[in-house]
């Protein structure tokens, strides 16, 4: 399923991904910093979680392969994020588009 959206990320990771993604365009459209996360999978293991990549307020990544933004991660499909540490009591606004 396709996603043409705006999610709001509070200190929870969420799930940015409709469905298994090969690639992805996404903007923080703040207040805070978060956190993205890749995965093999529908849902994350303690294992897969790391601090991930921090991208800052007014910052974005146009259309990227997982791959290329996960190279650690084998086969990676789904992407997460949370606000980054710091940042207790913030939410960020993320757009995310993905077929």
């Known amino acids: 399923m396709s ?8 200190l929870d990771w969420i799930e940015l991904t409709a469905n298994d993604v090969g690639a992805i365009t996404l903007s923080n459209h703040g207040p805070a910093v ?3 996360m890749a995965t093999a999978g529908p849902a994350p293991t303690t294992d897969d979680i790391p601090t991930g990549i921090s991208i800052t307020d007014d910052t974005a990544i146009i259309s990227r392969t997982l791959i290329e933004l996960f190279p650690g991660v084998t086969t990676p499909t789904r992407l997460w994020a949370r606000v980054g ?3 207790t009591g913030l939410t960020a606004s993320v757009f995310v588009s993905h077929g």
């Open 3 to 10: 996603r043409n959206i705006l999610i709001i990320v509070r």
């Open 34 to 36: 978060i956190n993205i």
């Open 85 to 87: 540490p710091g940042s």
